[in-house]
């Protein structure tokens, strides 16, 4: 059985790898809205879901005009990952000003309700357009990078199997890291990144420095939404096909990784995020051979959110939250 | 000249009438004090004028403008630096970051490190601390800070909530020294004190407040030997 894991091992690392990252970049969409408005944005992953859609589509125009044989892909990719971002980063952050706003004084349970129902209402609006476009609210968008390239983990040991890669894996993986750097250096390094952390301490302090505390905010729900729509064109770009309900499950387990890095922490986030999607992968390609068949792949759903509870009974602050030492 | 005048402010918290038609006036270059007891309006009335609370009635004049319905973001670029109630150091921050709040509407990095030079004169302390968090220093050493952070905004006036609560008096005595010196360096200062003693032996002026009017006002060195003053608050 250990020797049937281990084969498999290189494969799991991969997958796992590449979801990890999805999972990671959405997580930080929730944190850093969690951490400024403690508010659990549950349309967030309906924005990952219009940017899965809004990207597609702008790939499908492309290709309608033919141009997308005569671009190289790369340049495809930059121009819509930065289209994606700036359409779904608006979009987040006029969900702010129009639903969250005007409850920034009520109590967090509307909000949160409020929040579910902008979820439901951005899954109707992107499966009405689909279909009017497409007659069918299941796109398949055109595959820019299609080519499989194997590597040879059995020349390392002969435990190990082949594993198989995508090569949109690694433009998966390399653009998020670079989200994720460029995401750190911002919050940590620049003067509206510490405005931000600023303002997530302590809001009614931070404008007493002068601090325009609405912009600061509006301008939290545009990074989120833009790297959340980013993540979407990646994932659309890897997985092929969407619908307008990848945003739910996919949003919860980010969520999930949000919570398992500590909420509110940027950091704890993305390592939450690799962390689930390592762990769901592995369990995808494990549980039926550890429960010798019992337990088939589909129940990686569960471990997911088997994490979540265990975290919360055991360490609620999450991994990386601490419970900071406060003098008053 | 007066650089601060409140005239029949009215506020209201909720269904609470906090503030019943204060009037003061702080002029340029004075040590103005506020004293009370808890509750009587003290940290209302410094909300009010930096505009985390609105005024249901009444007006606010600072420099010659009517300020009265300023966001606090804009009434701190306008030169009021208000240092809050329980110092609210941002926690997470280091000490170097809540100072660099505190000029954040200053773009020039020149400018900058020539007003933390500045706040490192005032509290030498702070400079061995920069890279710690603001949460985890002590009391004495947070109301430094957060009275530095507000210095670097470079403020005409300075409001402080309660600087000496929670603190030992040696700090407590430490603090009103530097708020001393700040003023006759020519700031103008606005102080909101329960430490009804320690305040008015450094105010010109001061006002009493209770229940949301102002009772009483008057010199310091007056106020300070006044009966029902002495009754009430400095017993």
């Not at chain 1, 990719?77 to 987040?92: E, I, P, R």
């Amino acid at each position: 059985m250990i020797n049937e894991v281990l084969h498999t091992l290189p494969q799991v690392l991969i997958d796992g790898l590449t979801l990890g990252a999805v999972y990671a970049i959405v997580a930080l969409g929730y944190t850093m809205v969690y951490g400024i408005l403690e508010l659990i944005n549950f349309a967030h992953g309906e924005i990952f879901m219009t940017g899965a859609f809004v990207g597609t589509a702008i790939l499908l125009t492309f290709a309608g005009f033919g141009w997308l044989a005569s671009m190289p892909a790369l340049v495809a990719l930059v121009l819509v990952l930065v289209v994606t971002s700036v359409v779904t980063g608006l979009l987040g952050m006029g969900i702010e000003r129009v639903a969250y706003r005007p409850l920034r004084n009520a109590p967090k349970l509307i909000t949160l309700i409020t929040a579910i129902g902008v979820s439901f209402l951005l899954q109707d609006i992107v499966r009405f357009i689909a279909e009017l476009k497409n007659g069918n609210y299941i796109l398949t968008g055109p595959s820019l990078f299609s080519g499989q390239i194997g590597i040879k983990v059995s020349s390392i040991s002969s435990i190990f199997n082949d594993a198989s890669v995508k090569s949109s894996f690694f433009i998966v993986l390399i653009v998020a890291v670079i989200m994720m750097v460029t995401l750190d250096f911002f919050v940590n390094k620049t003067k509206w990144g510490m405005a931000m952390r600023a303002v997530a301490q302590d809001r009614e302090t931070a404008a007493l420095m002068s601090v325009n505390v609405n912009k600061v905010i509006a301008l939290t729900f545009f990074i989120g939404s833009a790297l959340g729509g980013a993540t979407g064109v990646l994932f659309a770009i890897q997985y092929g096909t969407i619908d307008p309900y990848i945003g739910f499950i996919l949003g919860l387990k980010a969520f999930t990784a949000a919570v398992l890095g500590g909420i509110g922490n940027i950091r704890g986030a993305m390592f939450g995020g690799i962390l689930i999607g390592i762990m769901e992968m592995f369990a995808a390609a494990n549980l039926p051979v550890i429960s010798h068949g019992v337990l088939g792949a589909e129940y990686k759903d569960v471990f997911a959110f088997a994490i979540l509870i265990i975290v919360l009974i055991f360490k609620p602050e999450g991994l990386f939250g601490k419970v900071s030492v406060e003098k008053v | 000249m007066s650089l601060l005048r409140l005239e029949d402010i009215n506020t209201f918290y909720g269904g609470i009438h906090a503030l019943k038609g204060v009037s003061l006036e702080v002029n340029e270059g004075e040590i103005v004090t506020l004293i009370g007891s808890n509750g009587a309006g003290k940290s209302t009335t410094l909300k009010t004028i930096s505009g985390q609370v609105k005024p249901k009635s009444g007006k606010i004049i600072y420099n010659g403008q009517d300020i009265t319905n300023t966001p606090p973001h804009v009434t701190a670029l306008t030169g009021i630096a208000h240092v809050p109630e329980g110092r609210r150091i941002f926690p997470r921050l280091t000490v170097k970051e809540n100072l660099e709040m505190g000029a954040f509407s200053v773009k020039d990095k020149r400018v900058i490190e020539e007003r933390m030079e500045r706040v490192f004169h005032y509290f030498p302390r702070i400079k061995e601390r920069l890279q710690q968090k603001g949460g985890t220093m002590s009391g004495g050493e947070q109301q430094m800070l957060a009275i530095g952070r507000a210095l670097m905004m470079q403020p005409k006036l300075l409001m402080l909530d309660e600087p000496s609560m929670g603190l030992a008096p040696i700090i407590v005595e430490q603090i009103f020294e530097i708020i001393k010196e700040l003023n006759e360096e020519g700031m103008t200062i606005l102080l909101v004190e329960q430490n009804a003693f320690q305040a008015l032996q450094i105010a010109h002026r001061g006002y009493v407040i209770q229940t949301g009017e102002i009772v009483m006002s008057g010199l310091g060195k007056d106020l300070l030997v006044n009966e029902q003053v002495r009754e009430a608050y400095l017993a």
